[in-house]
């Protein structure tokens, strides 16, 4: 295959670390980025450049406008044109909005969606002028019915989808494709806070009767990595049937 690269957010563990996994299986040159777990994403590195693939790391906040511009800026000098976006990072919070402190929204909207738009921001501009491109949003179901107790983390993915579904019209003349993945329950750290019946509960609403796993996202990016030009501005589910 022609050389490619792909940048990656949050991809220290978890749904980000499966996704760099695979793209770099599949043989491209990958771009990982986290907020502060260096050890961790040390480990992806090393996993990355066993395959055989270049991998460029870097830890910074990618809500942070500044952090976000010099990630995408030296991974573009180390790994050449970057040929697709995965906006991965993202954090969550449970609990009652009425029991949520305005620093505490600020943060999730920050992390999960304004880093959406600052990692787009770097990108478009070369993606634009080389005609081709795809960037990938990882969404969840909870953007698109919403979650009681969840509500700051439902407006960050509902957000996500239109900046998803309104950036694809921006970008389909030049050949760019945007889409979300909306995942429903997969088995990451995010969700270790369930006790064994909570989980088991979660798992029989589900008709897929179980939960869905990173690296099933993670061959779903890469199949949306530019594979399928006339498909974009869709959020798609990937949830076992169960919302």
């Known amino acids: 295959m022609a050389h490619k ?26 771009g990982i980025c986290c907020k502060k777990s260096m050890a961790e994403l040390s480990e992806v590195k ?21 952090d ?40 999730i909207i920050q992390i999960n969606l304004t880093s959406v738009f600052n990692c787009c921001k ?10 081709s491109g795809s960037i990938i949003n990882i969404s969840s179901v909870w953007g698109n019915c919403g979650a009681s107790c969840e509500v700051a983390y439902s407006a960050s993915k509902g957000g996500m989808n239109a900046f998803t579904k309104a950036l694809a019209k921006e970008l389909a003349p030049s050949h760019i494709t945007v889409n979300a ?31 869905g796993t990173p690296e099933e996202v993670g061959r779903l990016a890469l199949q949306l990595a530019g594979k399928h030009s006339y498909l974009t501005g869709q959020i798609i589910t990937l949830d076992g049937g169960w919302i």
Request: hydrophobic share 40%; with cysteine.
């Open 122 to 131: 770097q990108v478009i501009p070369d993606m634009v002028a080389r005609q």
């Open 181 to 211: 993945i909306a995942c429903g329950a997969i088995d990451t750290e995010m969700n270790h806070f369930l006790s064994k019946e909570e989980r088991d509960q979660l798992i029989d609403e589900i008709p897929a009767c179980r939960m």
């Open 5 to 30: 690269t792909v940048l990656i957010t949050g991809a220290s563990r978890g749904i980000g670390r499966a996704i760099a996994q695979i793209f770099a299986e599949a043989g491209w040159s990958v």
């Open 46 to 66: 090393k996993y990355i450049e066993a395959t055989g693939s270049q991998c460029f790391d870097f830890i910074g906040d990618m809500g942070c406008y500044e």
């Open 68 to 107: 976000a511009q010099k990630f995408i800026t030296e991974a573009r000098k180390a790994l050449g044109p970057i040929d697709c976006l995965v906006n991965n990072a993202g954090v969550s919070y449970i609990g009652l909005l009425s029991d949520m402190h305005a620093e505490e929204w600020n943060k």
